[in-house]
């Protein structure tokens, strides 16, 4: 059994009853996930194999202030001499942390500040954030199904809701969305196409959405070294900042639904 949108704009049940007693993936899903895995690998070897001998052990994921630090000033060393290099593994490797909802693309946000300064940082965070969130939207349109099934139940159903009693103001909606905490952009990204969430107002809700969080991140990385915690990143006047654009964001579709 389902759950769907019916004429009055009630919603049905759209987990079965046996959903989670199974394996989430098929075979074939897992082929088609395993594809776009080697895709990524692939594209980061060349990047590797057309940079300089050198130690390489720096390269890892960041975890920490401290491995960001470490990371930040070894790449500085190349980004002036291998810039497109350096552009192209930092997209492939934020893509595809976003793409398999991999947690630390707010490190890779704060990098780029520290390699690239604002315009530029804002402007590759904005489309390699958008890029990795499209990634993930299409895929879980093919194979992610079963697993917001199983990890989201609760949030997939009220997200549904609120996406079938807000159609005629969806992009203000999902604006909002982006723009605060009520629901984690990673769910967003791979629940959206389960619940009919049209692409083109996902991706200009993401585009839009993401700029100025990744502004304000991005500006942060300038001073790297200044940072003493994540916390920092988002006092509060930026996060009030954020949610009042997020509110101001909701307000037309909530007034014609009064008016109505």
Request: proline share 5%; with cysteine; net charge neutral.
């Amino acid at each position: 059994m389902e759950r769907r949108e019916e004429s009055n704009g009630d919603v049905r049940p759209i987990i079965s009853g046996n959903e989670g007693n199974k394996f989430p993936l098929s075979v074939w899903e897992v082929a088609a996930a395993s594809t776009v895995v080697m895709g990524f690998v692939v594209g980061l070897l060349l990047v590797y194999l057309t940079m300089p001998a050198s130690d390489y052990s720096f390269l890892k994921l960041p975890r920490s202030l401290e491995e960001l630090q470490i990371l930040r000033d070894h790449l500085e060393n190349y980004t002036s001499d291998y810039t497109l290099q350096v552009l192209v593994g930092y997209c492939m490797v934020y893509i595809f942390m976003q793409t398999f909802m991999i947690p630390g693309t707010v490190f890779m946000s704060l990098l780029a500040g520290a390699l690239f300064g604002v315009i530029k940082g804002v402007a590759l965070v904005v489309f390699t954030a958008t890029a990795g969130a499209s990634s993930c939207f299409f895929l879980s349109k093919l194979i992610g199904r079963p697993l917001v099934f199983s990890l989201w139940p609760d949030k997939l159903h009220f997200f549904q809701s609120q996406v079938a009693r807000r159609r005629e103001g969806l992009l203000n909606y999902m604006l909002f969305l982006r723009l605060t905490p009520t629901l984690p952009n990673t769910f967003i990204n791979v629940a959206s196409p389960i619940v009919d969430v049209p692409y083109h107002i996902f991706f200009l809700a993401t585009v839009i959405g993401l700029i100025p969080a990744a502004y304000v991140t991005v500006k942060a990385g300038i001073a790297l070294g200044e940072l003493q915690s994540l916390g920092d990143l988002y006092d509060f006047n930026s996060v009030a900042t954020l949610f009042l654009i997020g509110v101001v964001s909701v307000t037309p579709t909530l007034i014609s639904k009064n008016k109505s």
